[in-house]
């Protein structure tokens, strides 16, 4: 089915400015609450919230099999369960209505008082419940830098680094919509040289990792793989992530299973999930691999997305710093193959399962991808506009994550990812 949402000469009649993540093309999904406490599914043209919940009962999704709750629901599970036949047809008929030619909804102000909210009056809630998360660690420049740090240059990458997705399982309970503040965790760390018991306290070196991340659908039975090509059926989109972590409790806690209180204290999301069709434009070819992968990650075409990533901190009534830029085109591994990886062995993925991508660093030193690379453990101190440094993330800064995609025609973005970190209690 083609994806007429995707249209590059297509306008829309709500006001778009030329910078906004989210033109007519966009059509992200998310879940929002509206001043009258009434949450709903929606989706989002320039800074207009549309309440896809009485778009559908006002029988603007006419013809397309939809269950008649389907939008009106805390998460979009069930929408995403309805496979990518689906989520075509909604994409398009939301951009066909939208277009600046079609006067449905544009010339009936009762309709439009009903679907159309500006962003300002509502607030976004978590897209998805996420059952399962996972998070990989698939950027080469990434895995290189902290192997380096934590253990020896030389030896940087495991011999199984270049050949397996490496991923661990992470915690969905503490994943978070932005704009929530996390609290600094207080954990273990490692005891002073000479002495056996362990430093304990606030966090000293509390650090986000840029990343982002793919919300998948059901996609196998326990038991069956999913072979690689079939991969993108069942991936429905992006959100940007930050993973944030403390460097001093995982340093401590991550021999021999890896992370675990270091991570699962907050992971940020930005709340509209881009659909893998709207970054279709954006495909770009994935880092060549050092050695040909196993038959069953081997894959063909295109395997990545020119994704610009950009990290700010903000300190309390001070001006943002840009510390970052980087690209998910950096990814060593790409999505297709941590699928594929994810499933081989027969674990079965489901609706609204997140699958974090790793902090993505690029091969330059601005275009790390956390305060552990950028300030090599803190031997290097980022300075900010304000004049003063960090080696870490100090109490009551914000951390702004930004992602979009840009081309001669669109531009297809997230909006921001952020958090601001809040003394312990
Ligand atoms: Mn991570």
Redesign the pocket.
Known sequence: MKITANNPNRKSWIKVDENSDFPIQNIPFGVFITKDDIITIGTRIGDFAIDLGAFHQLGYFNGIPLTDDIFLQDNLNDFIADGRKTWRLVRNRIADVFDVTNGSLRDNAVHKDKVIFRMEDVEMLLPVAVGDYT?F?ASKEHATNVGSLFRDPENALFPNWLQIPIGYHGRSSSIIPSGTPIRRPVGQSKPNEGETTPNFGPSKLLDF?L?MAFITTDSNNLGDRIPIEDTEEYIFGLVQFN?W?ARDIQGWEYVPLGPFLG?NFASTISPWIVTLDALEPFRVENPKQVYKPLPYLKQEGKGSYDIKLQVGIQPENGEETVIANSNFKYMYWTMAQQLAHHTVNGCNVRSGDMM?S??ISGPTKDSYGSMLELTWRGQNPVQLNDGTTRKFINDNDTVIMRAHCKNDNVRIGFGDCVGKVLPVK
Do not use: L, R
């Open positions: 998070d660690y990792e990343e993973d972590s991570k974090g790793g902090t």
